[in-house]
Structures are given as structure tokens and as C-alpha cells.
């Protein structure tokens, strides 16, 4: 019987880092580097099912680790990676397993990545278990998404960086607990309605000796916690200071317990841990900022999908300019075309002689809006296939004479009551707004600057009467809403930076309310 039994690799690492170019040979392997971090402490019996090669010669017992595996006549399988340029290169056959043997554990953790028998692993019923957790790899998440698929109703927990982490979003895990790293970056809780976000300590480039075992490590040091007391935050931090003393080594083999004691305690009593809201609405006029914000904070936290009102606006852009032009134009065609706007062509299609265009271009480039009940078409077009996941949906509102006469004011509060009308009670309870203030001036460089980079560019007269001035968004619905003033020009590395500031005090705030 174990605690945690560790189902990976066990290879020799050949390592060459960005500070030095000499390889660095250790033991190394997924089930090496987490049973190291588990092994840590003298409670915990861990155990490893693994292949290892002849001259895998490391001492097992003298780290309190339990070797349950096969050794083959051939040499170790040999992985050669190069951090600098994150590539990694397999010299050798990956082992066959053999027989899986009766084993007991607690905890069953295995990596999903090649030369890992998952199928072989969890059809066979010889090893018992209580929970299990996996983690997988960008170098074959792809073949690998599958078997997550297959057993994601089994699956108690997954580790996963942030790239990974898309590969495998789509798929329906709402009842497992998802942890995502992120390099330096903000780490990731995500778990039904309660997904958290932890900060990590800064480590110099001086410091970092090499990356290659920090994400295993982590999983060594999280599941240490995780299987006596079941706390996720105390699990994390445990999981982060195991992580970050990795990264000033080369493997496991040599972790300092005290150093690794002083990192968790500072990050015990520092707390910072942040609630996520699953849906951030960016307002503001055109050219606030909207797009770097969401751009910011998708970096900071990239399990957000963004969701832009432009791309569905410039579908019916393209249709008015295209059915002005040719009305002979084949429909059909252009129907299978269209992503969002359907419904519009089909309006048209009854007349065609006599379209009611909802644009049309104007004199100085650009497009003017000629039927305002078009936003609130578009912004429905927009969310209409959101899914229960994290998303920041952005769009702007200006002062529109028209929408004033034919529908009414308070277009932000009208906009944001169709964003409601539209989402699942789950994303409806964790919003906030985010309302991008900026004045008209720096507004219309951005524009211009937009336009001369590739861009689309919004109408001078649109710029100068619709979004003359800033509407501010008053809070009369029961959501948070958050002023962020950029109305100065700014570097990249200072707007990133303010931007962060900002981000940070929104999350403090929101997990106050929350």
C-alpha cells in the first residue's frame, strides 16, 4: 500500500538552458521529478510504475520512494531539451510496461503523454485507488485529448500549463478540478463556480537554473498536501514554493526543505488569492482601450475567450458594400458565408429592390450606423453561441441621435440587460464591468494609428458626434462595475504596466464582494 502511486517516464535529461549552453545530464521524468517533491515528507509512502533502462542507476530507497516498475535490458530512454529554444527532442525507444502488478494507493496520479499505457493503465483493475489525477503534456496533448475524453467522469484533478489548457477546454469537465501554471504568471484554480487565481513570487533570471522539472514538481508538492487535508489554497502554495525552489536546481534530487519551508510560510500569510469572475464585460467609446484591456488580462489569465461586437459589425459592413455594388450576386453563396448576420440577408432577400440597408460607407472611410436598433441586434449576434466558460465580452456605445429618437437612452444599461437576457444563470452570477475612459483627442490618434497598423478605422464624423465624449456606465444593476481612466498616451511597457495595477485592484475588489 501507498499513498501516491506516480505512473510516468523515468528518464536520463540532458538540459541546456538559457544560461548555459552545456548540457547538464540528471535523472529526470515526469514520475521522477513529482515523487521527488512528494518524498519530501517522511508521512507519505510513494510509490513509482515506471520502465527504467539498465543504466538507470538511481538509488530509489535513499529518497523514501518505492520503485514498482520493470527495468529493461536496453539504456534509459534519453529526452534532450533545449529550454532557450523549447524544444524537445526523444533519442530512443519509450519502454513498454509490462504486467501491471496489484498495487493499493490513496492517490493515483499518471501523465497523460507518450510512452504512458494510460488505457492499459485504468482498464486493468490490479490497481486500486481512491482518486486520480493526471497531467499532460504540449508535446502530445493532441493524441492525448482523446483518453481525456474517454475518462474525464474518473478524473478527480488535472495539471496543466497554460497552453495545454486549451487543447482540452472544450471538453465537458465540470466535475474535475483543473489547475493551470502559467509560467511567472498568475496560477489558476478552475473548478465549477469557484475558480481563483494565486500570485507567484518573481524569481530573477539570475536565479532560474533551469525550468524543465518545475511543472512536475509542482504536482509532487500539491498532491503531498492535498491527500491528507483536501485544501486547495494550502495545496497550491505548497505545490508554488516546491516549484520555484526547482527552478534554482538542476532536478529534484537536491531541494532545500527550509527553503522550501520559508517560500510556503511567506505565501501563507501573503494570501493572495483572487476570485475569477467567469464573465467581464469591457465598455467604453470606440478607442478607450477596450481591446489592449482584455488583451492585458487574457495574458494574465488565458483561459478567457474574447469576445469582440466588431467582428459580427464588419460582417454587415461587408454585406451592405457588397449587395450596393452587385445585386446579381449569388445569395446562396453568401449566405453559407456569413457567421453571424443571417437573419439580416434573409430581411433583405425580401426585397432586394428595395433593401433597408442598416450601413452604409461613409465620405471619410468607415461606415455609418443608418438603423441604430443594428446594436442591438449585433450585440446579440455577438453572445449568442457563449458558452458556460470564461469570457470578456467588449463593445463600444456613443451618443446616437437616432437610438436616442427611436429607442431611447441608456444605452449601456439596455446593452448590458440583453447580455443578461442572454447568459446562463452561472455566468449571470459572476460579472463585473470593466468601463474604459478616455478623452477624444488621444481617442482619434489611436484611431489613426490603428488604421496606418492594418486595422479597421472608425468614421472622423462617427469619432466626432457619436463618440464625442465618454458615457459614464451609473450602476443601477446589481453588478460591479470598475472606472478605468486611460487618457494618456503610453508606452507599451507603461500601459502593460498600468494596466496590471489596475487588473490587480479589480480583483481584490471583486473577491471582496464575492
Not at 544560461?19 to 514520475?31: H, L, Q, R, W
Not at 493503465?121 to 503534456?137: E, Q
Request: proline letters at 2%; one cysteine or more; glycine letters at 4%.
Amino acid at each position: 500500500m501507498v499513498d501516491i502511486l506516480y505512473i510516468g517516464n523515468c528518464s536520463i535529461d540532458k538540459v541546456v538552458t538559457e544560461n548555459n549552453p552545456n548540457e547538464t545530464v540528471y535523472y529526470g521524468g515526469s514520475a521522477i521529478n513529482s515523487a521527488l517533491a512528494t518524498a519530501l515528507s517522511n508521512n507519505i509512502k510513494v510509490g513509482i510504475l515506471s520502465s527504467i533502462g539498465s543504466d538507470y542507476d538511481f538509488n530509489f530507497s535513499k529518497y523514501g520512494i518505492e520503485f514498482l516498475g520493470y527495468t529493461i535490458k536496453t539504456d534509459s530512454i534519453v529526452f534532450k531539451i533545449d529550454e532557450k529554444e523549447n524544444i524537445c527532442v526523444v533519442e530512443g525507444d519509450y519502454h513498454e510496461l509490462g504486467d501491471i502488478p496489484s498495487i493499493t494507493t490513496e492517490h493515483l496520479h499518471i501523465s497523460f503523454r507518450k510512452g504512458v499505457p494510460v488505457e492499459k493503465i485504468l482498464s486493468s483493475n490490479k490497481i486500486k485507488y481512491k482518486t486520480l489525477s493526471i497531467d499532460v503534456m504540449i508535446y502530445s496533448v493532441e493524441e492525448t485529448k482523446r483518453l481525456v475524453e474517454k475518462y474525464k467522469d474518473e478524473i478527480d484533478l488535472i495539471f496543466c500549463n497554460a497552453s495545454e489548457y486549451q487543447y482540452i477546454k472544450d471538453i465537458d469537465l465540470d466535475n474535475t478540478k483543473i489547475l493551470i501554471t502559467n509560467e511567472d504568471k498568475a496560477l489558476i484554480y478552475v473548478f465549477e463556480e469557484n475558480s481563483k487565481s494565486y500570485s507567484i513570487p518573481k524569481l530573477t533570471e539570475e536565479e532560474i537554473i533551469s525550468k524543465t522539472a518545475a511543472g512536475d514538481t509542482f504536482i509532487g508538492g500539491f498532491l503531498r498536501n492535498y491527500i491528507k487535508d483536501k485544501n486547495i489554497d494550502n495545496s497550491v502554495f505548497l505545490g508554488i514554493s516546491l516549484a520555484q525552489e526547482s527552478l534554482i536546481n538542476y532536478g529534484n534530487e537536491n531541494l532545500d526543505y527550509n527553503s522550501i519551508r520559508k517560500k510556503y510560510n511567506m505565501l501563507i500569510n501573503e494570501n493572495k488569492v483572487y476570485s475569477l469572475p467567469k464573465t467581464i464585460v469591457v465598455i467604453g467609446s470606440s478607442c478607450a482601450g477596450k481591446t489592449t484591456f482584455a488583451n492585458n488580462w487574457i495574458n494574465k489569465f488565458p483561459i478567457y475567450d474574447d469576445i469582440d461586437d466588431y467582428a459580427p459589425l464588419k460582417e454587415v459592413f461587408d454585406m451592405d458594400d457588397l449587395l450596393r455594388s452587385d445585386k446579381r450576386i449569388n445569395l446562396n453563396k453568401l449566405e453559407n458565408s456569413l457567421l453571424f448576420s443571417k437573419e439580416i440577408l434573409k430581411e433583405y432577400k425580401n426585397d432586394l429592390n428595395n433593401i433597408n440597408f442598416y450601413t452604409s460607407p461613409s465620405i471619410n472611410g468607415g461606415h455609418n450606423i443608418d438603423r441604430p436598433i443594428l446594436w442591438d441586434l449585433i450585440l446579440k449576434y455577438t453572445i449568442r453561441n457563449i458558452t458556460d466558460s470564461f469570457n470578456i465580452i467588449q463593445f463600444s456605445r456613443g451618443y446616437d441621435e437616432k437610438y436616442e429618437q427611436e429607442i431611447g437612452g441608456n444605452v449601456y444599461q439596455r446593452s448590458i440587460n440583453i447580455i443578461l437576457n442572454n447568459l446562463s444563470e452561472e455566468l449571470k452570477s459572476k460579472i463585473l464591468v470593466v468601463n474604459m475612459i478616455s478623452n477624444l483627442d488621444i481617442r482619434k490618434e489611436r484611431n489613426r494609428e490603428r488604421y496606418l497598423n492594418g486595422g479597421h478605422i472608425v468614421a472622423e464624423e462617427t469619432m466626432n458626434t457619436v463618440y464625442k465624449e465618454d458615457l459614464i456606465f451609473e450602476e443601477i444593476i446589481d453588478i460591479p462595475v470598475f472606472n478605468i481612466e486611460n487618457k494618456k498616451k503610453l508606452t507599451p511597457i507603461e500601459l502593460e504596466g498600468y494596466l496590471s495595477y489596475n487588473i490587480n485592484s479589480i480583483l481584490k475588489e471583486y473577491s471582496k464582494i464575492k
